[in-house]
Every structure is written in structure tokens, then in C-alpha cells.
């Protein structure tokens, strides 16, 4: 009964040990002792509603870990967990740093490592286990890095205190606040020990008031986080790890500066005080490729604000570093880059329609000519309608703007001038951009120079599909496509179209496919593949609406003459 009774009693001391253990790993207490965080564990972490990667956590962290270890700039605080290896002994023993910063050494008694790094934290270890031990050897290693609060204030989305640990760095801690909030600085973010701040400081922070003054005294206490430069650069020291009692501060974004034109990365950026030519050529991503060193210039605002003046630089001496050529810059600067003229410019046209491999080709402009291209191309198909074939010449935008036309626009049609009307017409007919070239001669004798032009950058060649039919419309008795027959004229195709039909007139006209000219039939020497001929129908006449308008006009005549009489 005596064995039972201190069998329940250990496994009871058992786990009220293990529960205490575990309630001091997942809490702790805020500086001010009013505030406890818990930690979560892996498990209950992952059922916060957020979705991650899986492994992606691991490794990150496993990066971070290295990155930071390597660095040597993670200190040793109180929470941080060792695994200590004892020559002679089988296990590592995990061993916490307690609150003074102390660490206990099996058979080596207390080591005061808090607030070194681990390479001098290693080197304290080893020196204190070997004065007491002197046989043997002693490994350390990190095997969980402490949790701390962070204080971060200013433009977030949720402002406070925030937990965090040695492997996190600033960008993340913002993430875990909700992001930066709307106009706030991405490159004048600041990191101080909150015992560097007075009381007066403090108070400020706490407060919300970081204005630029709190900012400015703060400058040579602190670290500028720069995370514009970070996402380009990767740079760790625009990005530093937390360290325990950190106090981030986000102030809103004030002065801008301006990459624009043969920059890879053309936009607007925060202006920090210090700033030089190769931070905002940094900033856009270096220059393009067409970029023209000897053709970048700052434009920079005078005094008043009002103009900007003009200041050359060097920009590939000072993307070589040269403190020369690296000026300093001022708010509002803009940085101006030309292009190299010519750089890499189109010089491609377009084939569409009937040959074998329709697409684009590159041409030397204003020396390949229409028919090499077509030849490139594998020449015209079996199906290529040669009459209908054209190329548009690409117009630029002053070109293809007639001030004319869009005033004639603006006038009622019935208020139009003759010559106005004749200029509509004009207009409206013609094809923009069309060349004068005759396919069908250029097929027939390719040394000639006057069909065989030379093409540019942008041209278009059109080689339609040959339908071998000629349309036949209006007042035909069965309008539509009639096969083409060589020798034809218009009243056969009329003919093979059921002949003319219910109100039909002898008035036929004839649409060139070529051209889309109307001509009248008798005008016609042959019809080609492609001719639209047109019946019209006889107009619909009001015989009584006529015999009254005369009858009308007979009346007032004969009143006017018997006025005259009598």
C-alpha cells in the first residue's frame, strides 16, 4: 500500500511539472507585466484560418536560420534553448538561458552568456567548462532561438506590440501587423532599442507622434530600414533581424523621385535623405538595354518650385561607382534616360492570304523589295487572286488626321458647298495607306521597278483568296455568284442570273473588285473575278402626286396671267 501511495505521488509531481513547463514555453509577460502572449505550437498555428505551403515554413526558416547564424549578429537571451553534448555522456542535455542571462553547464557549473553572440557565447562555454572540468570537451548548439515582444507604431494596419523572434526581420514583423498602411514609407522605416528612447520619446511614441523631428533625433540611434531597396538589391542590412527590444517605427512617406523612359522599371519613388544617382538607378532596376549613357540628365526643381533645370550626368560611371559621377540628389529630382535611336527597331512586315507561309518577315528598310518578301514567303498559292492582291503602308498619327474632313463633319449635310461635297466624297472613297501597285504586272515582269517597290517597316501585304465568281445583285431574278467565265460580258452573267427581274431597270452598273469603282455597263471591255453587277430597281412614281403638283402649278400660272390681263 506504502509502494502505491509514492508511485501516485511521483506521477502526480510528474505532470504538474510537465504542465508547468509547458505553460511557461507557450507564455510569458509583457515588460510592463500586464500583457501575456501565447505561443502556439506548431500544430494549433496551422488552424488559424491561413493557408500555407506545406514545408514552405521550414524552409524559410531554415534559410533564415542560416543567414542570421552565419552573420553573427544573433544574440543570446534569456528563453533561448541549447542542446549541450558532454564528452562521456550518451544524450545532449536541452538546457534554457534563464532570465539573468546564465546558462548551467552539466559537471561545469554556470556560464554568463546573455547578450553575446554564439560564437562568443560558444567560446565562454568552452572556457568555463574546461577551468572546472579539464577533461573532456563541451558542444553547444542553438536549438531554439527565444520569442520576444516587438514594439512596432506608426503607419500599419495594426499598431501594438507584436511577437517576434531572432530569425524574423522587419518586413516580416509588418506582415504580422497587417502591412503598412496607405502613405506610409517603405524606405525611412526605422528599428531603435527602446532603451535608447528617453521619456519624453517614449511618451511620443506611445502617443502616435512621430513626426519628422522624433524621426531626425532619432537617426543616429537607430537603423533605417529601406525596404524599396531590399526587394531589388536583397541587401540584409536594409532588412535587419529583430533583435529583443526593438521598437519599429513606420512614419508616412514625404518627398518622391522620378526613374522615367530607358529604365527597366519606369515609376516613382520614396526620396530618403542621402540618396545618390546609382540609389535610384538601383531603385528601377538598372537601366534598359537601349539605354544612352551619354543621353541621361537629372531635371531638378529651383527654389520657388516652380521650374526645373536641367543637369547632365554620367550614368555609366556612376553605375561603376565613380563618387564623382554619383551625385547626390534632392527632392523631386527626375532621372531622364534616353533611348539609343534606332535600337533593335521593327523592321518587320506582314503577309496574310494566299502563299505558302503566311506570317511576318524582316526586310532591310528601303532596300528588300515587294517581291523578294512575297518570294521569302514561298510565293503565291494556286488559289491567290493576283487583281485583288495590295499592301497598306502603315501612317502615322498626323497622317492619318484630316482637320478638313472632321470640319466638314461638324456642318449639316444641306449647308455643305460643292467643292465641300466634292472634298467628302473624295475623302470617303479613299483607301489610307494603300499603295499603287498592280500585281498582276509585278508577276509578270519582277525587274519592274515601278510595281516592285521597295517596302517598309509596318507594311501589310494582303493576297486574298480567288473565288471565281462574278456577284450579280439588285433586280436579277435569282441574285448571287455566278462562276466566272472568260469572255463573258455583263448581259451573260445577267443571263445565267435568270435575266432581270419584277421592276428591274436597264440601268446596270458594275463594281470593280480591284478598285471598287462604279461604272456604268457599257463602260465594261471585260469582267473579272470578283465584279459585283448591280441591276437597279425602277424608282416607284406617284402618278397622282405628279398630276396634282401640276395641276398646282397650272392653277398659279393661270391666276399670275389673268393678273396680268385685267
Known amino acids: 500500500m506504502r509502494i502505491r501511495t509514492i508511485c501516485v505521488a511521483i506521477l502526480v509531481a510528474t505532470s504538474i511539472q510537465l504542465i508547468a513547463q509547458e505553460t511557461r514555453d507557450r507564455s510569458f509577460s509583457l515588460p510592463d507585466g500586464k500583457t501575456v502572449i501565447e505561443l502556439l505550437p506548431p500544430e494549433e498555428a496551422a488552424d488559424d484560418g491561413q ?57 561545469a557549473g554556470r556560464a554568463q552568456i546573455g547578450g553575446l553572440n554564439l560564437r562568443q557565447a560558444r567560446a565562454v562555454v568552452d572556457s568555463v567548462f574546461r577551468r572546472q572540468v579539464q577533461v573532456g570537451a563541451v558542444t553547444i548548439e542553438l536549438s531554439q532561438p527565444r520569442r520576444f515582444p516587438v514594439s512596432i507604431v506608426g503607419l500599419v494596419e495594426r499598431p501594438g506590440v507584436v511577437e517576434g523572434s531572432g530569425v524574423e526581420r522587419v518586413s516580416e514583423l509588418i506582415n504580422k501587423a497587417g502591412g503598412l498602411a496607405e502613405g506610409a514609407s517603405m524606405r525611412n522605416i526605422y ?46 542590412s536594409l532588412n535587419p533581424f529583430l533583435i529583443d527590444g526593438d521598437v519599429v517605427i513606420v512614419p508616412s512617406r514625404r518627398f518622391i523621385l522620378r526613374a522615367m523612359e530607358a529604365v527597366r522599371r519606369s515609376d516613382t519613388y520614396e526620396y530618403v535623405a542621402g540618396d545618390r544617382l546609382s540609389d535610384l538607378v538601383a531603385l ?72 505558302e507561309y503566311p506570317g511576318f518577315y524582316v526586310i532591310d528598310d528601303g532596300v528588300t523589295r515587294l517581291r523578294e518578301v512575297i518570294d521569302q514567303a514561298g510565293g503565291i498559292t494556286e488559289l491567290a487572286s493576283l487583281p485583288k492582291a495590295r499592301i497598306t503602308r502603315q501612317l502615322e498619327d498626323d497622317e492619318q488626321r484630316d482637320p478638313e474632313f472632321d470640319r466638314i463633319l461638324t456642318i449639316p449635310p444641306a449647308a455643305w458647298s460643292e467643292e465641300e461635297k466634292q472634298y467628302f466624297n473624295m475623302r470617303s ?9 498592280d500585281f498582276v504586272a509585278l508577276f509578270a515582269d519582277s525587274e519592274d521597278a515601278t510595281q516592285n517597290i521597295p517596302v517598309r517597316p509596318g507594311d501589310v501585304i494582303v493576297i486574298p483568296s480567288s473565288l471565281r465568281t462574278v456577284l450579280v445583285s439588285g433586280r436579277a431574278a435569282f441574285p448571287g455568284a455566278v462562276p466566272f467565265e472568260p469572255g463573258f460580258t455583263v448581259a451573260d452573267y445577267i443571263e445565267r442570273a435568270g435575266g432581270f427581274g419584277w421592276r428591274a431597270s436597264r440601268d446596270v452598273r458594275v463594281i470593280k473588285a480591284r478598285t471598287g469603282e462604279i461604272l456604268e455597263s457599257v463602260d465594261i471591255d471585260q469582267v473579272e473575278p470578283g465584279d459585283n453587277i448591280w441591276i437597279k430597281e425602277k424608282p416607284v412614281r406617284d402618278y397622282w402626286l405628279g398630276f396634282t403638283q401640276v395641276m398646282t402649278v397650272a392653277g398659279q400660272l393661270a391666276t399670275v396671267i389673268l393678273l396680268f390681263r385685267f
Open 191 to 236: 528599428v531603435v532599442q527602446a532603451s535608447e528612447l528617453s521619456p519624453l520619446e517614449m511618451a511620443q511614441v506611445r502617443r502616435g507622434l512621430q513626426d519628422d523631428s522624433l524621426v531626425e533625433r532619432l537617426a543616429d540611434r537607430s537603423k533605417r530600414v529601406d525596404l524599396s531597396l531590399y526587394e531589388v538589391t536583397g541587401e540584409s
Open 284 to 355: 528601377a532596376m538598372g537601366p534598359a538595354a537601349h539605354y544612352d549613357g551619354s543621353k541621361a540628365f537629372l531635371l531638378r526643381y529651383t527654389e520657388g518650385g516652380t521650374q526645373q533645370v536641367r543637369i547632365g550626368v554620367d550614368l555609366d560611371a556612376a553605375i561603376a561607382g565613380a563618387s564623382g559621377a554619383d551625385v547626390d540628389l534632392e527632392p523631386g529630382d527626375w532621372l531622364i534616360v534616353r533611348s539609343r535611336p534606332d535600337f533593335q527597331q521593327q523592321s518587320t512586315v506582314r503577309l496574310i492570304g494566299q502563299v
Open 429 to 437: 472613297r479613299e483607301k489610307r495607306g494603300q499603295m499603287v501597285v
Open 51 to 107: 493557408s500555407t505551403i506545406p514545408g514552405s515554413d521550414l524552409l524559410i526558416g531554415m534559410e533564415a536560420f542560416r543567414e542570421v547564424l552565419r552573420s553573427g549578429d544573433y544574440l543570446v537571451g534569456p528563453g533561448d534553448k541549447f542542446l549541450i553534448h558532454v564528452s562521456g555522456r550518451e544524450e545532449p542535455t536541452e538546457v534554457p538561458v534563464l532570465a539573468e542571462g546564465g546558462l548551467f553547464i552539466p559537471m
